[in-house]
């Protein structure tokens, strides 16, 4: 048995239930996993209120770190006894052991630690991504960054100082600016405070940026049009404020010719090689020190529903994780 959170009905943080489930046998192409850490991300306050649907009830979480079990036939990168960590679906993470798909589970290096490792498999992965599989960055580019003191912000921040990126974040309070900007942001503005288009504007001799990477959706989405210069890329992955509202093509047309994209990072983990690729450059970041966790709060995993209160009221900074 193990310690399990699940949602009968999609709801607010109350909705989310600790119960005692079984574990079971891993099958073809699973694994057994015992987590030592889990991390809690956006994504599962979109689960959990329905914004993205799941079969009820549902376990929710969407990585962890641990220890491998058992493996199941046909599984050849994984053996029992190994340490792991994961961003994969189904959702099922929060959990104190549970049997999944072993294809998006990742062998972890020993200088990464179990509570590391959860804080960021999803949200470094992400930034994986963002940098270096959408759109060819070249050192020198400008990137405004929204919310770059949240868990993929910060990490976000680091990775472009590394890369030689300069990033413009954007941040919620004076505090969040101060954090991103020790992370490696070159700016970051109070957009709380200040319209961030004359912002960009003015930090980037009226041309505006070569990329935004959006995580905030509805409230920002408009706006980061205006920021990009001619032929600039917009990165679409977020709803933190709400789904951004259908756009008209013609209107990309008209601000610069510009290009749109909305990812999700399941979308590149799918292919099993590519996961193990990603998850191998994020260790070799880390491990380096050009990158490190940043983990701004630590929840019990039976005190979930305060943990996702305050993600949802943008209390948090960087990573959060449950501990078990
Ligand atoms: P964060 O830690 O960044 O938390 C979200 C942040 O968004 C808040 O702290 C807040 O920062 C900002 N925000 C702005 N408006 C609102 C609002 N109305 N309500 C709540 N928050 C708001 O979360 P994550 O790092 O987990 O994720 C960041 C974004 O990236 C999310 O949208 C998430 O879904 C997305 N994501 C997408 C992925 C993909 O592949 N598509 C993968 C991973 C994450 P502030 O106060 O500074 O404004």
């Given at each position: 048995m193990a310690k399990t959170v699940i949602i009968e009905e999609t709801g607010g943080p109350e909705a989310l239930k600790l119960v005692d489930r079984e574990v079971g046998e891993p099958g073809p192409g699973e694994i057994r996993i015992r987590h030592k850490a889990c991390g809690l991300n956006f994504i599962d306050v979109y689960q959990r209120t329905g914004l993205?649907?799941?079969?009820?009830p549902h376990a929710l979480g969407m990585e962890a770190a641990g220890i491998v079990e058992a493996v199941g036939e046909g599984v050849s990168h994984l053996k029992e006894g190994d340490r792991a960590a994961y961003a994969a679906?189904?959702?099922?993470?929060?959990?104190?052991a549970r049997v999944m798909p072993a294809a998006q589970v990742c062998p972890l290096p020993d200088g990464v630690s179990f509570e590391d490792a959860a804080s960021i498999m999803l949200q470094g992965l992400t930034v994986e991504y963002l940098f270096h599989r959408v759109w060819p960055l070249e050192k020198g580019a400008e990137v405004l960054f929204h919310a770059a003191a949240g868990g993929v912000g910060l990490i976000a921040c680091q990775w472009a100082k590394s890369e030689g990126i300069r990033l413009i974040g954007t941040a919620g309070t004076d505090e969040k600016c101060k954090l991103a900007l020790e992370k490696g942001a070159a700016e970051c503005i109070n957009y709380r405070e200040k319209d961030f288009v004359p912002e960009v504007k003015a930090l980037t001799g009226d041309k505006g940026v070569d990329v935004v990477m959006d995580g905030v959706g509805k409230d920002t989405f408009d706006k980061s049009l205006d920021c990009l210069k001619p032929l600039g890329m917009m990165m679409s992955f977020g709803n933190a404020s709400g789904p951004v509202e259908p756009v008209s093509l013609l209107t990309l047309a008209q601000k610069g010719s510009l290009k749109l994209t909305r990812t999700t990072l399941f979308t590149f983990l799918a292919d099993h090689d590519r996961c193990q690729e990603m998850a191998k450059h994020l260790f070799e970041k880390l491990e380096s020190g050009a990158v490190t966790a940043n983990i701004g709060q630590r929840f019990p995993l039976e005190e979930i529903t305060e943990a996702h209160r305050q993600l949802e009221a943008r209390k948090t900074t960087g990573s959060t994780i449950l501990t078990l």
């Open positions: 993205y649907p799941l079969e009820l679906v189904p959702p099922g993470a929060y959990c104190e």
